[in-house]
């Protein structure tokens, strides 16, 4: 490689240290620290199950990883376990200050020895009822077999002794249930203080309760859990049930090799071997010593106790300035007139449910076709898709069955949905379906009209109350004759669709996103000004890399808006210098995909589904659209400068990926993008 080009796994995790930041910022509201920490450990555990995974079986290639044109994994697997034990301090030392901020503020996390004595009994009662019945032990003996464990759940190794006695300890493992339970559980109210205890202290509470018919008193236990390899492909071969290949590999998921242990580091040497020898582990590189708890992915969930005063100030959802009228007019009255894009968390979501509703009941309204990637658990989107095939419309939905850790629950959509009377595509041989698309066909005067939505982000209303996306919903005829194209392809795979507006993967998108950056070099070596502005979730695509290094050398001005993997090298030398790229952490969780190219002076702009990845641009079907309103366009790119001014969450993308905060100049005013936002979008409704 002869291009400066950092491993996706190194640039992601610095992503996940802006995150971590959040978690450790004083002036984050302190309930919100804690959903940090958790958001921060949730993305190093699919890290470890996916990105680990593919690097470990990317060692067993030998030297064939240079054919990828990627950097070493033998190298960089030693970089992330460096840069994670690093920043293992830096979580625990945020975790601690956190625990004793929420002391200070009247709530406090005990531990099983902190029980005080009027909480006993309610502690037992809570136990036995509650917890008790689903301790099922699985007891370490040197002659059995271990049975396959778990990646998701946490358990608990004991050791349990008798005091004064020289017999052999046995040993045990105890599965944290907090499927079943809630794993923070919060104590009756005494005095002012909240107390709150983990599921693993009320489980360490009651081992005397679950031993107490063996002949032992002295019980130690350590939280352990294990990490597995979560990856897994279909062949191209669909003639086998697509039911049954995802049966078949949720099912080796749970068996796939380990890539992790976390342990507690108190845990006695002879028990972690015993442990290690039962798992077949080798210590080399999987083992990974923490603290007293693990899954802190659970702190997403900690419990609010009504304190509002430690959270974030709950923002009004906005209505569109265009659909103030929707209710007397209808929505195709109004996208015949103007197109309307949605900003979402910031817009309601509720606005694009109510246009599925009034689709399913409009007697005009022909068919309904949707790709489905991740929607929500209980999902208002579904059940409109479902009572507009109960109305007697033609539905359709695309479901994608490798959309990860999804897999599950859309098959079990689609069984729901083929009950219904709905017609399923359970996805494409050898591509994975990620464009947002909806496609609403009407009869209206005798002809067939188009009403279409495209979106950066899932149909999923549990997500757009986090995520920043964009949805585009326009009455464009042949952007939607693009789209049913695109349908079609679903249905017939070998005819590729010959699109007029829209650009999709894996045909034409590398070729045409790489094209608009050629334009822009080609205006630059004429003299003339040209700009790119990016606003991705990932960029790591050696091409594309290559293709932006020149366009800066050439005179292009880049800026970059990148929250996670970038694999990038910006300045002080090298053929990064002239770029500047940013990533912000905030509140939100930035999703949506935007390139805007100067184009002469006559802006270029376009929304995708896609990020600059290799599997973006050839695994996958993706979707770029353009922006013809000139009003929403005009809005995209005061969006992007909004946040390119952002001097508050921002972070510069230098080249040893400090995660330095943006510089604020003196006299210039505090700038935080997502704010910023919401008040221009509150402006243009008017409240």
Known sequence: MHIPFRSKEVSWLSFNSRVLQEGANPEVPLLERLKFLGIYSNNLDEFFRVRVATLKRLTMLGAQWKELGIPDPNKTLKEVKAYIGKETEDFNAAYAQAMKDLAKNNIRVITDREIPAEHTEWLYDYFMNKVNPHMMPIMLKATADLPTLKDHPMYLAVRLSKKGSRGRPMHALLEIPVTEIPRFVVLPKSGKTELVMYLDDIIRFGLKYIFDYLPYDTYESYAVKFTRDADFEFDDDFTESVY?????????????????????????????????????????????????????????????????????????????????????????????????????????????????REASMDPLVQSISITQYRIAKKSCVARALISAACNGKKVTVLVEPQARFDEGANIRWAAQYQDAGIRVILGVPGLKVHSKLVLISRREHGNLKHYTCLGTGNFNEDSATTFADHL??????????????????????????????????????????????????????????????????????VETVELLYEAAECGVKVRLIVRSMFSLVTGPEGPGKNIEAIGIVDRYLEHSRMMIFHNEGDPKVFLASSDMLPRNFDSRVETMFPVYDKEIRGDLMHYFELQWRDNVKARVLCKDLKNDHRRQDSGTEPMRAQFAIEEYLRNKTGR
């Open 244 to 356: 049954q290949k995802v049966s078949e590999g949720l099912k080796a998921r749970e068996a796939g090799a380990a890539v992790r242990l976390n342990h507690d580091a108190a845990i006695p040497h002879p028990f972690l071997r015993l442990l290690l020898r039962k798992l077949n582990l080798s210590e080399a590189d999987t083992l990974f010593p923490g603290a007293r708890y693990h899954n802190r992915k659970d702190l997403i969930d900690f419990p609010k106790l009504g304190r509002t005063d430690l959270l974030y100030k709950k923002s009004k959802p906005i209505d569109h300035h265009r659909l103030t009228k929707r209710r007397s007019k209808g929505f195709f009255q109004i996208l015949r007139k103007k197109d309307v894009m949605l900003h979402f968390p910031y817009h309601t979501f509720r606005s694009f449910l109510d246009f599925l």
């Open 472 to 541: 585009l919903l326009t009455s464009h005829q042949e952007v939607g004759e693009d789209v049913a194209r695109i349908f079609q392809f679903f249905d017939r795979n070998f005819r590729i669709p010959k699109l007029k507006h829209l650009v999709a993967a894996p045909f034409y998108l590398r070729s045409t996103f790489l094209g608009l950056i050629r334009r822009e070099i080609e205006n630059a070596k004429k003299g003339k000004d040209a700009a790119i502005s990016l606003k991705l979730n990932n960029l790591s695509d």
